[in-house]
């Protein structure tokens, strides 16, 4: 068993080792879905239609580009989902990055609704950092981003 710390809305958890360590691994929040949301989707808060419900990020103006984090699991509409806000987690790609990418900074896509992009967003549109790619071996299209989430430019 993991050992989890819990308050206010959040959850840090370690890796489930059993080991008696109490290092964080990630942090976690608990929201519902606005729509369906896949496991490793970038997301972002409704401030429109539903205002506090989960939606897929994207980089096309501010409002739909806002991430707060990725999903740890999948959900369909109205549904519970959990979201990781910080933590070296899965996120995913249309694209499967290289393993000699890693280290690089990757983005809210601009193109896609709910996935990272290692292209920067042009205008007009948002630069929106997600974080560091980690784990890209050329095949996967959820590798490992070591969440670092932050408004980098609006383009207009």
């Known amino acids: 068993m993991g ?8 959850s840090f958890s370690d890796s489930g080792g059993g080991s008696g360590s109490t290092e964080a691994k990630y942090l976690v929040f608990d929201g ?25 990020a994207q980089a096309t103006d501010f409002d739909s580009s806002d991430a707060i984090g990725v999903t740890k699991s999948g959900a369909t509409a109205a549904g519970s989902i959990t979201i990781y806000v910080g933590g070296e987690v899965p996120v995913n790609f ?16 601009q193109g896609t609704t709910g996935v990272a992009s290692l292209v920067i967003p042009t205008a007009p549109g948002v630069v929106y950092l997600v974080g560091r790619l980690t784990g890209a071996n050329g095949a996967s299209l959820s590798p490992s981003v070591l969440l670092d989430l932050q408004l980098i430019s609006v383009l207009r």
């Open 32 to 56: 519902i879905a606005g729509q369906d949301l896949a496991l490793g989707a970038v997301v972002r808060f409704d401030r429109a239609v539903n205002p506090g419900r989960i939606l897929k």
């Open 3 to 10: 050992n989890s710390i819990v308050g206010t809305g959040y």
């Open 94 to 109: 249309d694209v499967a990055p290289p393993a000699s990418a890693n280290g690089s900074r990757v983005y809210v896509s």
